[in-house]
């Protein structure tokens, strides 16, 4: 297991940009690895905001397309979520979700952060 701890998060205006990051206790770089960032608002559904693979290919939730981006610092073991043009409805609590496989169809390990708040308002 890896050990995830997530920062970056507070308040924010609309239209303001925060920057999370996700670091790892261990490696992260394997290629088959999966990174993602999910949110969770009070009573909603836990949600996938964006997505990563060890190679480097992306996919977003079509409501942050164009406005967020998932990126991996290898070096460093950790995973960042850029947040621009930040809405009131992209509040919530954003938790990391690292998932790591030594080989294509090994037995994946899921690891969990603790979560941040994002805030977003006037």
């Known amino acids: 297991q890896v050990h995830l701890v997530e920062s970056g998060g507070g308040l924010v205006q609309p239209g303001g940009s925060l920057r999370l990051s996700c670091a790892a206790s261990?490696?992260?770089?394997?290629?088959?690895?999966?990174m993602y960032w999910y949110r969770q608002a009070p009573g909603k559904q836990r949600e996938v905001v964006a997505g990563?693979?060890?190679?480097?290919?992306?996919d977003y939730l079509n409501s942050v397309k164009g406005r967020f981006t998932i990126s991996v610092d290898n070096a460093k073991n950790t995973v960042y979520l850029q947040m621009n043009s930040l809405k009131p409805e992209d509040t919530a609590v954003y938790l990391c979700?690292?998932?790591?496989?030594?080989?294509?169809?090994?037995?994946?390990?899921?690891?969990w952060g603790q979560g941040v708040q994002v805030t977003v308002s006037p």
């Open positions: 979700n690292v998932i790591i496989k030594t080989a294509p169809f090994s037995t994946p390990q899921i690891n």
């Open positions: 261990g490696s992260i770089s394997n290629i088959n690895n999966l």
């Open positions: 990563i693979d060890g190679s480097g290919k992306s």
